[in-house]
């Protein structure tokens, strides 16, 4: 969809970046256990990527392969400006998710401002979000070395 005067704002502006999760109403209704696992479904759903990537043949299985395969693909999304950010985000919750899913220790945790970042077993926090923004954007990180780093820890 064109709407010239949303096109002139972003360029003076830049796109709307970033997801934040904050806690409904701070009711106790599960036990940390079911809350970090519902957060962790929440976080890895990434509609966008995953339609995408599967139009383009990528199976997304929370593998480091995936990972690799993401990064191998052409940046066709970079040439509409409504779909970057929202790539970017999912990119970055993929990362995350294949993160916390095969990194022994890794877990979501939520910063005081909703922004959900992975923390690792040596307490090192990766804001996945933005490298997710930044490949999508640019290609570098690339998705696989952001990985690979964290697996290293």
């Given at each position: 969809?064109?709407?010239?005067?949303?096109?002139?704002?972003?360029?003076?502006?830049?796109?709307?970046?970033?997801?934040?999760v904050?806690?409904e109403?701070?009711?106790?209704?599960?036990?940390?256990?079911?809350?970090?696992?519902?957060?962790?479904?929440?976080?890895?759903?990434?509609?966008?990527?995953?339609?995408?990537?599967?139009?383009?043949?990528?199976?997304?299985?929370?593998?480091?392969?995936?990972?690799?395969?993401?990064?191998?693909?052409?940046?066709?999304?970079?040439?509409?400006?409504?779909?970057?950010?929202?790539?970017?985000?999912?990119?970055?919750?993929?990362?995350?998710?294949?993160?916390?899913?095969?990194?022994?220790?890794?877990?979501?945790?939520?910063?005081?401002?909703?922004?959900?970042?992975?923390?690792?077993?040596?307490?090192?926090?990766?804001?996945?979000?933005?490298?997710?923004?930044?490949?999508?954007?640019?290609?570098?990180?690339?998705?696989?070395?952001?990985?690979?780093?964290?697996?290293?820890?």
């Amino acid at each position: 969809m064109d709407i010239p005067f949303l096109g002139r704002w972003r360029k003076r502006h830049g796109s709307a970046f970033g997801v934040a999760v904050f806690p409904e109403g701070g009711e106790e209704r599960e036990g940390p256990a079911e809350r970090r696992e519902g957060l962790a479904d929440l976080l890895a759903e990434c509609e966008l990527l995953r339609s995408q990537a599967s139009e383009a043949g990528v199976r997304l299985d929370d593998s480091a392969a995936s990972l690799e395969a993401l990064d191998q693909l052409p940046p066709r999304w970079r040439e509409d400006a409504e779909t970057l950010p929202r790539l970017g985000n999912d990119a970055g919750l993929y990362l995350g998710t294949v993160v916390v899913r095969t990194v022994p220790g890794a877990d979501w945790r939520i910063l005081p401002t909703g922004a959900p970042v992975v923390r690792l077993a040596s307490g090192r926090e990766i804001d996945v979000v933005t490298a997710g923004q930044e490949w999508a954007v640019s290609g570098v990180p690339e998705l696989s070395q952001v990985y690979a780093e964290a697996a290293e820890t």
